[in-house]
């Protein structure tokens, strides 16, 4: 069975840092790009960042560009997104998710709520 | 960037009746187009990819259509867990990947 789950989530003051994580289990992790995709409170889905098999390639919105870091370790199963300087427009729950095709999500974990405040 | 636009916004049905959902993309996307359903309180499913290729274990009422910039997600005779949001998401041109905003399909 495909799971994903992932932590870390929580509330953060703005200007702070948060690292999200995301464990997979029940596919080939190694060979498949990854995704984060994330949800403001009542609003629509809006892509993050994708990371492709090994780790060499990086993708990002350019809200994030130069904030947020996506990043794998294939030995752990573990894909992570690394949050600089947040902000309160970065308040969402955050989804990790596998390609099935390139920029295709199949598999979606259940969410991690940041909330960016004061 | 291409937008993508979803209408109606809010589609309000009873059981059993039929719902023609709306994407339109702002330049072609060919057929990457892909649409997910997205239930209160839980993560997306993908339902349909490539604008016409249902996923397995995605029911046979569900079925999409169209190339370039119009396509259309239809739900044949809607069951009571399809009462939902529907997203549209292109992956032609990345990035960034865009979705639409939603349309919410609704008891009547």
């Known amino acids: 069975e495909v799971q994903l789950v992932e932590s870390g989530g929580g509330l953060v003051q703005p200007g702070g840092s948060l690292t999200l994580s995301c464990a997979v289990s029940g596919f080939t992790f190694s060979s498949a790009w990854m995704t984060w995709v994330r949800q403001a409170p009542g609003k629509g889905l809006e892509w993050v960042a994708n990371?492709?098999?090994?780790?060499?390639?990086?993708y990002y919105m350019d809200s994030v560009k130069g904030r947020f870091t996506i990043s794998r370790d294939n030995a752990k199963n573990s894909l992570s997104l690394h949050m600089n300087s947040l902000r309160a427009d970065d308040t969402a729950v955050y989804y990790c998710?596998?390609?099935?095709?390139?920029?295709?999500?199949?598999?979606w974990g259940q969410g991690t709520l940041v909330t960016v405040s004061s | 960037e291409v937008v993508l636009t979803q209408s109606p916004a809010t589609l309000s049905l009873s059981p059993g009746e039929r719902a023609t959902l709306s994407c339109r993309a702002s330049?072609?996307?060919?057929?990457?187009l892909a649409w997910y359903q997205q239930r209160p309180g839980q993560a997306p499913r993908l339902l349909i990819y490539d604008a016409s290729v249902r996923v397995i274990d995605v029911p046979t009422r569900f079925s999409g259509s169209g190339s370039g910039t119009d396509f259309t997600l239809t739900i044949s005779s809607l069951e009571p867990e399809d009462f939902a949001i529907y997203y549209c998401q292109q992956r032609r041109y990345w990035p960034p990947f865009t979705f639409g905003p939603g349309t919410r399909v609704d008891l009547k």
């Open positions: 998710a596998r390609n099935y095709v390139r920029g295709t999500f199949d598999y």
């Open positions: 330049q072609t996307v060919d057929s990457y």
């Open positions: 990371i492709n098999e090994d780790g060499s390639a990086k």
